[in-house]
């Protein structure tokens, strides 16, 4: 008998703590699946928006490097700064003609897509505040009208 009582309350002993340690991860992840269950936290492409991969084939109206850089941040979060804060030279490269083969972007992360349309001249310049993107000439490039 006395066995049995040792047996019960460990046996109790065993169920409060599982089912603390059930609950306590009930709040980090969730079961979508038979055997599989998520994080709730969000995704690094989430909390850093231009993590997120990219694949892209731009359709015909897309001509410029300018408007290349507009598709691709539509739906972003971010866009281009206003025309009047950008540098002469990044106005000229975003009136150039979009290379062909750059029509067909991917997979990358969105800022590699952006730093590849912009060129090697350029530094890809975040405002994380206003979700602006915006681009400098990188030391030791200058521009001169061609």
């Known amino acids: 008998m006395r066995y049995q009582n040792q047996l019960g309350i460990i046996t109790m002993i065993v169920l409060v703590v599982s089912s603390s340690a059930l609950a306590q991860t009930s709040h980090t992840t969730t079961t979508v699946g038979r055997y599989l269950s998520v994080d709730n936290k969000p995704t690094s492409a989430q909390r850093d928006l231009l993590s997120q991969i ?12 300018g408007d290349a850089m507009n598709y691709l941040l539509r739906f972003s979060g971010y866009s281009l700064v206003d025309e009047t804060r950008q540098s002469i ?18 997979p990358m992360s969105l800022k590699d897509g952006l ?11 975040q405002d994380p505040l206003n979700r602006e993107i915006n681009f400098k000439l990188k030391p030791g490039i200058t521009w001169h009208k061609g």
């Open 54 to 65: 990219i694949q892209v084939r731009f359709p015909q109206p897309v001509q410029t490097i």
């Open 89 to 106: 030279a990044m106005k000229n490269t975003l009136k150039k003609p979009l290379p062909l083969v750059d029509r067909s972007f991917g």
């Open 115 to 125: 730093i590849t349309l912009a060129g090697p001249a350029f530094t890809l310049m």
